[in-house]
């Protein structure tokens, strides 16, 4: 319909080595990911083949230590990464996020034996992660889960169940968050369990309004023992692994949003250049060329406060306040940008011929996963003017 062709973001990227790792996942993005994103995401089916792929690429580990396995990479290269896989598809951007957030606990606070016995095949070895923390009964208060681990011997042994876990079922591990100790967040402690441990088991998926090639599900722990060398960090800890892990995973969403957004834009420009109306390309109409100009200003921002976030973060310094804020403003652009490029493409824009409207079914899980964007608003605003007075 239109000769115009989406341009490639331009990227500002540190080393010679990272425009070559973005030019590796532009490639496997238009070869191996987007040709078949609309068809397997109607169909609800999960793209295994392409994690192994991005496993054998090098892909699942970017930012950890090569010494296992990683990519030695920093979050602002590790980010614009997952940007352009999720423009490809959600599910993978997302699934690679996850994944990551999942390998943290171990790369961060695991003991060195524990590095070495299980990190290299958690980061390059075909593996795929799963993050439980999340529950039937608390989600956005997650100090008060109820999933417990009691000690017996050597051995801790788990029963609860976990909610709304993005691979739940199909994981090779998890790292699960549980109770250990008394109320609150100082009795929470982590373990790293084996997707095949006896008693461990997924619900049948969730049936979702989007992103339906991502399987999310309960996962039932019903006495499931776990030697005491899978416990990550120390006994109550658990609470603040998993905090942590949330500041660099919304850094996560935050990439995957924009890159959701960016390809929407993409589609809305190459349709407005190519429908005529009333003589003209309807680009040349003043209402869209403005909605264009605001889309496009959103996404830039958007952009630049991920990417100052992840700066810090590189640098060692505190990045929580701007992890928040990406997070909240990256994902509300991406609802608002694949919304309006329904409104672009009018009537066409409403039909699955087009992916517009799966951009803008899967963008409204982004301001929900990993704290709403209501609890990112309580974030900011305690780093702003301080904790509630209660």
Request: glycine share 12%.
């Given at each position: 319909?239109?000769?115009?062709?989406?341009?490639?973001?331009?990227?500002?990227?540190?080393?010679?080595?990272?425009?070559?790792?973005?030019?590796?996942?532009?490639?496997?993005?238009?070869?191996?990911?987007?040709?078949?994103?609309?068809?397997?995401?109607?169909?609800?089916?999960?793209?295994?083949?392409?994690?192994?792929?991005?496993?054998?690429?090098?892909?699942?580990?970017?930012?950890?230590?090569?010494?296992?396995?990683?990519?030695?990479?920093?979050?602002?290269?590790?980010?614009?990464?997952?940007?352009?896989?999720?423009?490809?598809?959600?599910?993978?951007?997302?699934?690679?996020?996850?994944?990551?957030?999942?390998?943290?606990?171990?790369?961060?606070?695991?003991?060195?034996?524990?590095?070495?016995?299980?990190?290299?095949?958690?980061?390059?070895?075909?593996?795929?992660?799963?993050?439980?923390?999340?529950?039937?009964?608390?989600?956005?208060?997650?100090?008060?889960?109820?999933?417990?681990?009691?000690?017996?011997?050597?051995?801790?042994?788990?029963?609860g169940t976990k909610a709304w876990i993005t691979h739940g079922g199909i994981a090779d591990f998890y790292t699960v968050m549980a109770r250990t100790g008394g109320e609150g967040s100082h009795g929470i402690t982590a373990f790293l369990?084996?997707?095949?441990?006896?008693?461990?088991?997924?619900?049948?998926?969730?049936?979702?309004?989007?992103?339906?090639?991502?399987?999310?599900?309960?996962?039932?722990?019903?006495?499931?023992?776990?030697?005491?060398?899978?416990?990550?960090?120390?006994?109550?800890?658990?609470?603040?692994?998993?905090?942590?892990?949330?500041?660099?995973?919304?850094?996560?969403?935050?990439?995957?949003?924009?890159?959701?957004?960016?390809?929407?834009?993409?589609?809305?420009?190459?349709?407005?250049?190519?429908?005529?109306?009333?003589?003209?390309?309807?680009?040349?109409?003043?209402?869209?060329?403005?909605?264009?100009?605001?889309?496009?200003?959103?996404?830039?921002?958007?952009?630049?406060?991920?990417?100052?976030?992840?700066?810090?973060?590189?640098?060692?310094?505190?990045?929580?306040?701007?992890?928040?804020?990406?997070?909240?403003?990256?994902?509300?652009?991406?609802?608002?940008?694949?919304?309006?490029?329904?409104?672009?493409?009018?009537?066409?824009?409403?039909?699955?011929?087009?992916?517009?409207?799966?951009?803008?079914?899967?963008?409204?899980?982004?301001?929900?996963?990993?704290?709403?964007?209501?609890?990112?608003?309580?974030?900011?605003?305690?780093?702003?003017?301080?904790?509630?007075?209660?």
């Amino acid at each position: 319909m239109s000769d115009r062709d989406p341009q490639p973001v331009e990227r500002q990227l540190p080393t010679d080595e990272a425009r070559d790792l973005i030019s590796l996942v532009r490639e496997i993005a238009q070869r191996e990911i987007a040709p078949q994103a609309a068809e397997e995401e109607d169909a609800g089916r999960f793209p295994r083949e392409v994690f192994t792929l991005l496993s054998a690429s090098g892909l699942l580990g970017l930012v950890y230590d090569s010494e296992y396995g990683g990519g030695d990479q920093p979050y602002e290269v590790y980010l614009q990464v997952l940007e352009e896989l999720a423009a490809a598809r959600l599910t993978v951007g997302l699934g690679v996020s996850v994944h990551t957030l999942a390998s943290y606990a171990l790369a961060a606070y695991g003991t060195k034996q524990q590095q070495v016995e299980h990190l290299s095949a958690m980061l390059g070895g075909g593996l795929l992660g799963a993050y439980c923390l999340s529950e039937p009964a608390s989600g956005s208060d997650a100090a008060s889960l109820r999933t417990k681990a009691v000690r017996d011997g050597d051995d801790w042994v788990i029963n609860g169940t976990k909610a709304w876990i993005t691979h739940g079922g199909i994981a090779d591990f998890y790292t699960v968050m549980a109770r250990t100790g008394g109320e609150g967040s100082h009795g929470i402690t982590a373990f790293l369990v084996p997707g095949d441990a006896e008693g461990l088991s997924g619900a049948v998926p969730e049936k979702k309004m989007g992103m339906k090639g991502s399987p999310t599900a309960q996962v039932h722990f019903d006495d499931v023992r776990v030697p005491d060398e899978r416990r990550l960090g120390d006994e109550g800890q658990g609470f603040a692994i998993a905090l942590s892990a949330l500041d660099s995973g919304r850094l996560g969403i935050a990439a995957c949003a924009i890159g959701l957004a960016q390809a929407a834009l993409d589609e809305a420009v190459v349709y407005a250049t190519g429908r005529r109306q009333f003589g003209h390309p309807i680009s040349d109409f003043q209402g869209l060329r403005f909605m264009i100009a605001d889309m496009a200003t959103q996404i830039e921002a958007g952009r630049a406060l991920y990417l100052a976030a992840a700066r810090l973060r590189d640098a060692g310094r505190p990045f929580a306040k701007q992890a928040a804020m990406a997070k909240l403003h990256c994902t509300d652009t991406a609802m608002k940008v694949t919304t309006d490029a329904v409104q672009i493409l009018g009537g066409y824009g409403y039909t699955a011929d087009f992916p517009v409207e799966r951009y803008m079914r899967e963008a409204k899980v982004l301001q929900i996963v990993e704290g709403t964007n209501q609890i990112q608003r309580m974030v900011i605003a305690r780093h702003v003017a301080g904790p509630e007075s209660r």
